[in-house]
Structure formats: C-alpha cells, structure tokens
C-alpha cells in the first residue's frame, strides 16, 4: 500500500485549527527566490493552486490564499510518528520523501487481517493520533498503489488489484503515471497517447523509438507488471553520488557569478565527501537559465578527489564548454559521482598535479575544523566576497528533497 497526505498542509492546520475552512499553501521563501508552491490543501485545490506553482501565480488564482513558510523540524516529527505506526504493522516500509511511503504487509496478513483492514486501521490511528488524514492505495505493485493513493483525496482507501484495475487505471490521464512529467506527457500526448490505457497497449518498439528505455519502463507501469520491491525499514541504500544545488537570490549574468556559486557548493559536496571518506571520479554540473530551460553535464577527472578547489574548476570549465549566456542563469548545481573510497591506494602521478591536489585537501580539511567549531561563515574564500548577495547563499542547509524511484 501507498501513503499519501498533503502532508504540510495537514500539519499546518493540525497545529492551527482556524486555517481549516480556508485555501492554505505552504510556500518557499519569495526573498530566497525559492517562491514556489510546495503544497496546498484541498480547498486551494479546486481554485488552481498545485505544486511547483509560482506563489505570484498561486495569489492570481485564489486571492485569499493564506501563504505559509515551510517549518521542516515540525514535518519530521510528524513523520517520525507515523513511520512508528507503519513499522507496527510491518517492517517494510520504504519512505518516497518526507510525507510519502510505501508498505509491503503481504507479511502480516495473518496478524492483522486484510489488507483493506490494514489500511483502514492506519488511517484511523493517524487521525486519532495525529489529528491529520491520509489518502492510501492498496495494491499489489507499488506503482498502483500509488495511484491508489491519487485517486481519491482526502480521507480515502482506494483498492487496485486484479479484478478491477483496467477499470480503476486504465481511464485515468497519462500525467497520473509515475515519472510522466511535462516533457514525456508532451510527447505521449503529440502520439495520441492520452490515457494510461492507451500507454498499455502501446507497442513497445514504437515507445522505444519515442522514448528510449524510459518508454519500456513507463509500459511496464502501465500494465500493472512492476516488481520492484518495497525496501525494508532498515535498509541503507548505498550512496552513489553526492550534490547540491541553489537558486540564487539575483540571476547569475556572467561567469564571474557563476564562479562564485561553483565554488560555495563544491566546497558543501567536498566536505561531505570528506564526511563519507570518499572521492568522487565524475563532476557533474546542472544549469537551470530564467526560463526554467534545464541541462546537465558531466566529466570524468582524471583522478579521483574530494578537494573543493579541484571539483569546482572541472565544473567551472564543463560550465564554459557548454553554456554561451543565451539567457541569465537563475539556479545552478553540482553533482560527484561515481565514488570510490578515500582509503584506497592511487596511482600517483610524477607530475605537480598530485601535490597541488594533496596540498587543496589538507587546506580543505583544515577549513572542515574551523567550521565545525566556529560555524559556517567563520572561514570563506576571497572569490566568495567579491558579491556579498551571492555570498549570504548558505550551501550548508538543505531542503528536504523526496527519494528518487530508481535509487532503488
């Protein structure tokens, strides 16, 4: 079964029960440029207001709409409860971000009853307990049990299993299908493709040619045969890239700016690296211009490392390899990848480059102290005050982000 609530919301007029009669959205920071809908309770819903908005767009829409700012320590308590309630029912529970998750219970059918008793005795626990609702899709895959969840909202258990699931699935727009997002709904939708019926019936080869191997994954979906399993509670998934990425409070217009940034996150995704005792062997750079156009590049070095300095001059010189300022830049980002650990041996080079590399990394580990003692700020690179707006950018705080599907 799948786990759906507006969870931010929910929180939001759990804790402030005079906002339940109104249109509520919890919403980024507009002075952060992070102006965005995170997400809006059902009654801002029907108005227009949905996630990914932005907050000037969500106001046109439903004037009254109350704006709150995001309060993640009270979401994570929240969802420390509720994962304590799952794990009574049983242990695989495998979280899809903070305010979603799956649950395989074929194990404790003998304990607990059905699963539509299952389900139905976590949602009045939650209520009861929490005071919020959520929406649960029973299934036997975990694709459909999330568009279980979808289907009916708020305060609903929907069943999809064998005897009703071309009925229940097959009407619904192709946009319900995990991972069909703007771009591939584009494209289904420019074949005729408009429905997840019409996506099962689909010929694999002419998905293929549309879609690469994304179009086979997405027609597995749609025939109800996904089998990825539901990770157990406890299981750790072995971490295979380390990044960060920022909007930043004014548009980036030159690669003097663009320098600035590369080098505050290279120094967040080094240090974590460092925290990990690994090393990274591909450099990854994400670039986001004011028209939400998106790209990503990556090189591999020809050494691995976790030296700051070293990973944002590879990504400063893929940037000027791929992007000629057609448009400003409003978001930008960095990704290791491809990581080794920092223990094993390495073919050392003859030439500056090792000792130039060994030197950055003992100044950065030195600057790794330094901040753990005195904070953040308490030590930054020149470079970084030449523009004091883009030097108030903390990488070092993050926003809660879901799981990626496929890191499975």
């Known amino acids: 079964m799948w786990m759906l609530i507006a969870f931010y919301c929910s929180v939001e ?8 009669d109104n249109p509520v959205a919890v919403c980024g920071r507009q002075s952060d440029r992070h102006g965005i809908v995170l997400t809006a309770n059902y009654i801002a819903k029907p108005w227009g207001v949905k996630t990914g908005q932005c907050v000037w767009e969500a106001k046109q829409r439903c004037p009254e709409l109350i704006i709150l700012p995001p309060d993640y320590s009270e979401y994570l308590y929240f969802n420390h409860i509720m994962r304590g309630i799952f794990n009574e029912f049983t242990y695989q ?9 799956w649950c395989d219970v074929s194990g404790s059918l003998g304990l607990f ?3 539509m008793t299952i389900a139905k005795e976590i949602s009045d626990r939650i209520k009861r307990e929490l005071g919020i609702t959520v929406s649960i899709g029973v299934a036997n895959n ?19 299993e064998e005897d009703n699931w071309k009925e229940i699935v097959y009407p619904l727009p192709v946009e319900d299908l ?24 689909c010929p694999e080869d002419f998905l293929a040619r549309r879609l690469g191997e994304m179009g086979l994954v997405l027609s597995t979906f749609a025939k109800g045969l996904d089998t990825t399993p539901v990770l157990k509670t406890d299981h ?15 548009d980036m217009v030159c690669d003097d700016d663009v320098r600035i940034m590369l080098f505050l996150l290279a120094e967040s995704v080094a240090a974590r690296l460092r925290e990990l005792s690994t090393r990274c062997m591909v450099v990854e750079i994400s670039v986001r211009d004011t028209d939400l156009h998106y790209f990503t590049r990556q090189q591999k070095l020809l ?10 001059e590879a990504a400063f010189k893929i940037f000027k390899r791929n992007y000629h300022w057609d448009k400003p830049l409003r978001s930008i980002g960095i990704r290791g990848t491809e990581l080794v650990d920092a223990d094993e041996y390495l073919q050392l080079s003859l030439y500056e480059d090792a000792r130039k590399r060994d030197r950055w990394e003992r100044i950065d580990k ?25 030097a108030r950018v903390n990488p070092s705080t993050h926003t809660i982000h879901p799981v990626g599907y496929f890191s499975t």
Request: net charge positive; aromatic share 6%.
């Open 303 to 312: 050494a691995p490392t976790y030296s700051s300095a070293e990973i944002a």
């Open 13 to 20: 007029m759990q804790r402030n029960p005079a906002l339940r």
């Open 236 to 250: 750790i998934r072995g971490i295979k890239s380390v990044g960060n990425s920022a909007t930043t409070p004014r």
């Open 178 to 201: 995990l991972y069909v997002g703007p771009a591939t709904s584009r494209k289904l939708r420019s074949a005729c493709i408009n429905t997840i019926g019409r996506l099962a019936e």
């Open 366 to 390: 030195a600057m790794d102290q330094l901040r753990l003692r005195y904070g953040y700020l308490a030590i930054q690179r020149a470079i970084v005050q030449t523009d004091p707006e883009l």
């Open 113 to 115: 009853g059905s699963s």
């Open 142 to 160: 975990k694709i459909f049990a999330k568009l279980g969840s979808d289907f009916r909202k708020p305060d609903a258990i929907t069943r999809i």
């Open 93 to 101: 529970v495998e979280p899809f971000g903070l305010d979603e998750a």
